[in-house]
């Protein structure tokens, strides 16, 4: 992994649950909510709906920032379900910076036609296996990026997949 000067250190994840996501809250408040992320030169927005995390409720964007889909299989057939996840979530102190430097070596950005036919905008920090997915959307006031996701890529298939997208990028 290719350590980058503008690049934070990992978050700490280890101790209690419970003090962990405060924690990572305090991070997301700081870049994001009172931070007011920007991609080229247009704000980026998120979910905030309320989402009930461990007890408490946050933005539905931050727990996507920290959290990833599980499925289960059941007599009913394919449960999904989103669980804390510690790769996404010692990863979130990234968000910002990696937006900010969208543009620097070492970050791929490009767009892509998603087959639902939707364009999506990719931020792979490769050397890091950390990727930003972000959607253009028209707004009253203008355009704006709505954050789609943002994860650690964690396997060869994930980093195949990004590849095939940004060889396929829309020009």
């Known amino acids: 992994m290719t350590v980058l000067a503008w690049l934070p250190a990992l978050a700490c994840i280890s101790g209690p649950i419970d003090r962990i996501i405060p924690q990572l809250y305090a991070v997301f408040h700081r ?13 980026v927005w998120w979910d905030r709906t309320p989402t009930g995390v461990f007890g408490f409720l946050y933005e539905g964007g931050f727990w996507h920032l920290v959290s990833r889909d599980y499925y289960q299989w059941t007599s009913s057939g394919r449960v999904r379900h989103r669980d804390f996840d510690p ?23 490009w767009d892509y036609l998603e087959a639902h036919g939707t364009v999506n905008t990719y931020v792979w920090l490769e050397s890091s296996d950390y990727v930003i997915v972000l959607q253009r959307r028209a707004q009253k006031k203008g355009d704006i990026f709505f954050l789609t996701t943002a994860y650690h ?5 994930i980093r195949a997949m990004l590849t095939r997208k940004y060889e396929k990028r829309v020009v």
């Open 87 to 109: 790769a996404r979530a010692e990863r979130l102190p990234w968000f910002a910076p990696v937006l900010c430097h969208a543009d620097a070596e070492g970050v791929l950005t």
């Open 31 to 43: 870049d994001v909510v009172l931070g007011n992320p920007r991609f080229r030169t247009r704000p």
């Open 153 to 157: 890529v964690d396997g060869d298939s």
